[in-house]
C-alpha cells in the first residue's frame, strides 16, 4: 500500500502543476486579449486622426500659393 500511496502523492503533485500552469496560461491569455483590444482601440482612432489630417491638408493645399511665388 506504501508504494500505491506514493504514486498517488506524486500523481496530485503533478496534477497540482499542471493546475498552476493551466491557471497561468488563461490569466497571460486575459492579458493578451486585453491588449490587443486596447491596441485595436487606438489603431482605428489613428486612422481616424491620419484620415482628418489629410483632409485637412488637402483642403489647405489648394488655398496657398506655391513656395515659389
Known amino acids: 500500500m506504501d ?3 506514493k504514486r498517488l502523492t506524486e500523481m496530485e503533485v503533478r496534477l497540482t502543476f499542471i493546475d498552476d500552469t ?3 496560461l488563461v490569466d497571460t ?3 493578451q486579449l ?3 483590444a ?3 482601440r ?3 482612432d489613428l486612422r481616424s486622426e491620419l ?3 489629410r483632409l485637412e491638408q488637402a483642403g489647405d493645399s ?3 500659393r506655391p513656395p515659389h511665388y
Open 3 to 5: 508504494a500505491l500511496d
Open 51 to 53: 484620415a482628418t489630417l
Open 22 to 24: 493551466v491557471q497561468s
Open 42 to 44: 487606438s489603431m482605428r
Open 62 to 64: 489648394h488655398s496657398e
Open 34 to 36: 486585453a491588449r490587443i
Open 29 to 31: 491569455d486575459a492579458r
Open 38 to 40: 486596447t491596441l485595436e
